[in-house]
Each structure stands twice: as structure tokens, then as C-alpha cells.
């Protein structure tokens, strides 16, 4: 089992920044990748960013050049930064972890709200 505490989010004007974080209660050394994920209320949880065992990251189109993520396995957490928030970026965020044997989990969640 992998558990993962979110925090970092919170209400913030547009134009501005938040920092997510999601800490493992394991090792994140060896897992496949990381992610985030984001969800409004109607629909589908969509990806956000992912980074992978070796470091390669992926982004979504809406986020590419405004959002960062990293991985510091040392303190078992990964990172979302993100800037130049819009009010359509206000969703709740998921972290997500893939390990080596494919099994999956995700984060409770934590509420970001961009106002205009």
C-alpha cells in the first residue's frame, strides 16, 4: 500500500502562483511515474503533468510553459509548480503514482481556486 498526503493548495488571483506537493509514505526511487491529475465537478479527471522514473516529463497542452513538476526521492514528494494561474485551472488536483508492478494510487485531493 502507498500513501499519499497532498497539500499546497488554497485560493490564489489570477496571474498567480501555488506550489502542490504529494508525499509518498514510501520510496518514490523506484516507481514508474508520477502525476498529477485535475477534476471539476461534471467531469472527466484529466492529466496534468507526469514525470517518469528517469525524469522525462509530460504536460498537458493547457498547462505547457506555465506549470513544472519534479520529483525529489530523497524526501519521497513531487511537485507541481505552477504560474500564471487562470480561473480554468481552478479544480480539485490529484496526485498519482504507477509503480513497477502497474498497481496505481492516487491522493485525496487538494482544492485549488483561481479567482478572476
Known amino acids: 500500500q502507498v500513501q499519499l498526503a497532498e497539500s499546497g493548495g488554497g485560493l490564489v488571483q489570477a496571474g498567480g502562483s501555488l506550489r502542490l506537493s504529494c508525499e509518498a509514505s514510501?520510496?518514490?526511487?523506484?516507481?514508474?511515474?508520477m502525476a498529477w491529475y485535475r477534476q471539476v465537478p461534471g467531469k472527466q479527471r484529466e492529466l496534468v503533468a507526469s514525470?517518469?522514473?528517469?525524469?522525462?516529463?509530460n504536460y498537458a497542452a493547457a498547462v505547457k510553459g506555465r506549470f513544472t513538476i519534479s520529483r525529489d526521492n530523497s524526501k519521497k514528494t513531487v511537485y507541481l509548480q505552477m504560474s500564471s494561474l487562470q480561473p480554468e485551472d481552478t479544480a480539485v488536483y490529484y496526485c498519482?503514482?504507477?509503480?513497477?508492478?502497474?498497481?496505481?494510487?492516487w491522493g485525496q485531493g487538494t482544492q485549488v481556486t483561481v479567482s478572476s
Open positions: 498519482n503514482v504507477l509503480r513497477l508492478d502497474l498497481s496505481t494510487y
Open positions: 514510501v520510496s518514490v526511487s523506484n516507481f514508474h511515474a
Open positions: 514525470i517518469s522514473r528517469g525524469g522525462g516529463t
